[in-house]
């Protein structure tokens, strides 16, 4: 299983910017999708998952500013990323769950398969 995430850059406070994740080599419509960040200095924490059904997960620092999504046509989960703040500043990575607890969504360890990572940078 691959997972490839790109869509990084460097933007303004206020700004949007959409992440992707192109997965292969495995049945996409079958796992549950996350998106993690660690910032410099920092540990990783969730950001966002989208399960199999569709059902979607969120960060209290992202709810409402940031949207997941994905298309099992394409393969492809999504991260939209609206009114983006300094704080958002971190590497995103996506990461694929083939046996997720819904009460455990948020816990990276859940997670088997991993992107390399896009860096967003946020500027004041």
């Known amino acids: 299983v691959q997972l490839q995430a790109s869509g990084g850059g460097l933007v303004q406070a206020g700004d949007s910017l959409s992440l992707h994740c192109v997965v292969s080599g495995t049945s996409f419509s079958g796992i549950t999708m996350g998106w993690f960040r660690q910032a410099p200095g920092k540990e990783r924490e969730f950001v966002a998952a989208?399960?199999?059904?569709?059902?979607?997960y969120y960060d209290d620092s992202v709810k409402g500013r940031f949207t997941v999504t994905r298309d099992n046509t394409k393969n492809t989960m999504y991260l939209q990323m609206s009114s983006l703040k300094p704080e958002d500043t971190a590497v995103y990575s996506c990461?694929?769950?083939?046996?997720?607890?819904?009460?455990?969504?948020?816990?990276?360890?859940?997670?088997?398969?991993w992107g390399q990572g896009t860096k967003v940078t946020v500027s004041s």
């Open positions: 990461a694929a769950c083939r046996t997720c607890i819904l009460s455990s969504v948020r816990n990276s360890q859940q997670y088997s398969y």
């Open positions: 989208i399960w199999r059904s569709g059902n979607k």
